[in-house]
């Protein structure tokens, strides 16, 4: 019996066994093709709809009187006999009569020029909100994380000034706490028990001579302290043992010896840290070492210790650039009276550093500058313009020059002074508004206004959009075929 026929059913194969698409059988191209330009259509109409929904809307407030744009007057070089209206889609050419446009069927909005001037209540629709420009110091934040490592300038090394043996270590691990003139070991030493007899005997035979100081500075020379100097002197006995003492008081961050050994001269048997402060090694990239200044504060927090905010202070900054990170190391002193910090612990720091007024290093002072939150400013390529009411909802285009973002606000440092009034939000709407009514906005802030009719055709206003008669439709691809655009 045969079976019933069924169609095939086009599965996308992985990316390694995908045939290629002249592979395809006819049937399988065509259906793939379809599916993409639906895909395609969709997303556009979409898009379309929602800008022609915004469109509608603006029309509507303007024809209601709740927008408007100030100086209803024609321009000089347009056609006379009265206004022009325009499709706000662009569908079609300006036309001298109202109506509805024959292709959008969007209502035709009058071509005006001047500011805008929005209803209070229209106002309140749109959520159009305003902001004050304010001049004030500007700072913003480096964040940068770091490890915390060792103080170099509180360590020592408990080294043995003259050979001999250790016959005891009073200190036996790694990670004591020691105070300053505390014992950690003792040592044998035949050498310094000689010293000790020369010592004596020039007391007993010229005391509080050249030799009497001599003697004794050599015996300092190999390790006694002026203390242990005085009491022999006052014993009178001699001893070849010598008891090595800690020279800080601090943590024994290493033991490099055990009893029992031999050591040489100069050979370390102890290495010390006092962890009462540490140092926050911090990579910055040039450009921001650049503001940092020894002696600024720095805010950090450890990772051992989540919730606590530490301070330390910048004590160097490195002259080089690290050539495998490209980076700059910035020292931070941070105190550590409780002992809570750890050496090898990340942190992350943050640093306020001036906003400078020229791009000369050694200018740090803040500059005073103006700002405006960042959503005050449309931006598009190099031309950022922001909405300035000049008087309650009257509304007009300014270029700016902008500065660097500082949190939620930006810098302005060209077309506006204190005390401006800018939109916030809705200034999109306000834009569109300005478009249709010929004025300078933000797709061209440069613009003039129209000296004739042919300024307001679409190909003039979206030069990149072709004309409808050279718009071209985009076939199927069929078995065999590349899919060539066809007029």
């Known amino acids: 019996m045969s079976q019933p026929h069924q169609e095939p059913k086009l599965e996308i194969p992985s990316p390694q066994d995908s045939p290629r698409e002249d592979q395809l059988r006819p049937g399988q191209a065509l259906r793939f093709n379809v599916k993409a330009l639906v895909s395609m259509s969709y997303t556009i109409g979409m898009t379309l709809t929602a800008v022609a929904l915004m469109f509608f809307l603006v029309g509507q407030a303007q024809k209601a009187g709740w927008i408007s744009s100030g100086d209803h007057q024609d321009s000089g070089g347009m056609e006379s006999g009265g206004s022009r209206y325009i499709c706000p889609m662009m569908c079609v050419e300006p036309t001298s009569e109202p109506g509805r446009c024959p292709v959008c069927e969007m209502e035709l909005v009058e071509a005006t020029m001047g500011p805008v001037f929005i209803d209070p209540a229209m106002r309140r629709i749109l959520n159009i909100q305003t902001a004050r420009a304010v001049k004030k110091p500007v700072t913003r934040s480096l964040r940068s994380v770091g490890e915390l490592s060792y103080n170099e300038e509180k360590l020592k090394t408990i080294s043995a000034y003259v050979d001999g043996r250790l016959e005891q270590l009073y200190i036996n691990t790694t990670g004591s706490i020691v105070s300053a003139g505390q014992r950690m070991a003792l040592i044998y030493s035949p050498r310094l028990y000689a010293g000790q007899v020369e010592l004596l005997n020039a007391k007993r035979s010229s005391p509080n001579t050249p030799m009497h100081e001599s003697a004794r500075r050599r015996l300092i020379e190999l390790g006694m302290t002026e203390s242990q100097i005085d009491q022999l002197e006052l ?60 002696g600024q504060t720095v805010s950090a927090q450890v990772q051992s210790e989540p919730g606590k905010t530490f301070s330390g202070i910048v004590e160097f900054i490195s002259p080089t650039v690290s050539t495998d990170s490209r980076t700059v190391d910035v020292r931070v002193v941070l105190p550590n009276p409780t002992g809570h910090l750890r050496v090898g612990d990340f942190a992350r720091a943050q640093i306020e550093v001036p906003v400078v007024a020229s791009d000369s290093a050694a200018d740090v002072e803040p500059m005073n500058a103006i700002l405006v939150p960042r959503d005050a400013v449309l931006m598009v ?102 899919g060539d655009h066809q007029p």
């Open 381 to 482: 390529a190099s031309a950022s313009v922001v909405y300035l009411e000049t008087e309650p909802g009257r509304f007009e285009m300014q270029s700016v020059t902008v500065g660097p973002t500082v949190g939620n606000e930006i810098v302005i440092l060209a077309g506006l002074k204190a005390g401006d009034i800018v939109a916030t939000r809705g200034n999109f709407l306000i834009d569109s508004q300005m478009q249709l009514a010929g004025n300078p906005s933000l797709l061209d802030p440069g613009r003039a206004e129209p000296k004739s009719l042919d300024d307001f055709r679409p190909e003039n206003i979206f030069p990149e959009i072709p004309p409808a008669g050279e718009m071209r439709r985009v076939t199927p691809r069929s078995h065999g075929q590349h």
């Open 235 to 294: 014993s009178n006995d001699a001893t070849s043992r010598l008891e090595l003492v800690a020279p800080i008081s601090g943590t024994v961050i290493e033991r490099l010896a055990v009893e029992g050994q031999y050591v040489a001269e100069g050979e370390p048997i102890f290495r010390l840290a006092d962890l009462s402060s540490l140092w926050l090694i911090l990579k910055l990239f040039p450009e921001d070492a650049a503001l940092v200044r020894v």
